[in-house]
């Protein structure tokens, strides 16, 4: 079945830095790609959502970039600030009906002012 | 719009003690998950519904583990006799059906002693 990994588990940069998180995934069929955000006792919170045919997709300050060469997606959060400071999860699914979630460990995110 | 719901949010168990945690998803949304997420882990589904119906309940542990949505809407999770090792974050989502985007409730912290 789908595997995905997610690096790093934990990353600490200064305020106005940018913060990368990279995930890859196994399944050649997987199709959509979500990233979420989870802040202390919450649920998760969509960031943006991705189809397969977009290689790069941009929104309020993050990058979304898709390789499906290489099986990996990338979130990139530019000018990073205090706000920005949780836990992001990638997820993906396959386009084969069964639309289930695969989601990576997390990273946790530290902005320190 | 009201987003998903989900109560109680935090349960404190002895093993071998019961407890029912309830969802109610966005209206109108066919399909409804649920998830268990440990501590500093990603979320991992244990089953999920299309209405009333179970698609998949493949990582149920069925022994200890049920779930009903016996009208399509509000869904309900029970766990007969608690262990330890059950001690996690319970995530409910909803989506439309089809492969669209996921939708989170805040969770159900359960501390089982």
């Known amino acids: 079945g789908e595997q995905v990994e997610q690096r790093p588990p934990h990353l600490s940069v200064p305020e106005g830095d940018s913060a990368v998180i990279i995930c890859t995934y196994t399944d050649s069929a997987t199709a959509y790609f979500y990233w979420y955000k989870q802040e202390p006792g919450a649920g998760l919170q969509l960031l943006m959502s991705?189809?397969?045919?977009?290689d790069r997709k941009e929104e309020q300050g993050l990058t979304v970039l898709l390789n499906k060469k290489d099986k990996q997606l990338s979130l990139n959060l530019t000018a990073a600030h205090p706000g920005d400071s949780a836990v992001y999860f990638c997820?993906?699914?396959?386009?084969?009906?069964?639309?289930?979630?695969?989601f990576g460990a997390g990273t946790r995110l530290k902005v320190i002012a | 719009e009201a987003g998903v719901t989900q109560s109680p949010r935090y349960a404190v168990l002895q093993e071998g003690q019961a407890v029912s945690f309830w969802c109610d998803p966005i209206?109108?949304?066919?399909?409804l998950y649920w998830y268990q997420q440990p501590r500093d882990q990603g979320p991992q589904l244990l089953v999920y519904?299309?209405?009333?119906?179970?698609?998949?309940n493949s990582q149920l542990p069925s022994d200890r583990f049920s779930a009903v949505r016996p009208k399509g809407t509000n869904s309900t999770l029970k766990i007969q006799s608690a262990k330890q090792g059950d001690t996690a974050t319970y995530l409910c989502?909803?989506?439309?059906?089809?492969?669209?985007?996921?939708?989170f409730g805040p969770g159900t912290r359960l501390l089982v002693l």
């Open positions: 519904f299309r209405d009333e119906a179970v698609i998949d």
């Open positions: 991705v189809f397969s045919n977009v």
């Open positions: 997820a993906v699914s396959a386009d084969t009906g069964n639309y289930k979630y695969v």
């Open positions: 209206s109108g949304h066919d399909t």
């Open positions: 989502a909803s989506s439309p059906l089809g492969p669209d985007t996921q939708y």
